[in-house]
């Protein structure tokens, strides 16, 4: 069965950083593509990262040069770095992949940047 369970949210200032995991399990962690998504309330679900099996990134533009995802394949963690955060940022952060045919999501993150 697949899993994935994300931790490190919190409530941080505008500027502040804040670094979240996903942990996986059920399926071949090191070799799958992983993606960071996040839905502000009001809206709908957004793409902000993505990180394939040989360590390749990709961003959207709202995050590039702020936020970092990288993975631990011992581990099978997923981890995203968020620095500089605005207020815009803040959102119910999921971690997905694709595997066998489905997607799969964790229950997510929330993370509100305030001051």
């Known amino acids: 069965e697949v899993q994935l369970v994300e931790s490190g949210g919190g409530l941080v200032q505008p500027g502040g950083s804040l670094r979240l995991s996903c942990a996986a399990s059920?399926?071949?962690?090191?070799?799958?593509?992983m993606s960071w998504v996040r839905q502000a309330p009001g809206k709908g679900l957004e793409w902000t990262s993505r990180i394939n099996g040989g360590g390749g990134t990709k961003y959207a533009d709202s995050v590039k040069g702020r936020f970092t995802v990288s993975r631990d394949n011992v581990r099978n963690t997923l981890f995203l770095q968020m620095n500089n955060l605005k207020p815009e940022d803040t959102a119910v952060y999921y971690c997905?992949?694709?595997?066998?045919?489905?997607?799969?999501w964790g229950r997510g993150t929330q993370v509100t940047v305030s001051g």
């Open positions: 997905n992949t694709h595997w066998r045919g489905r997607d799969f």
């Open positions: 059920g399926f071949t962690f090191s070799s799958s593509a």
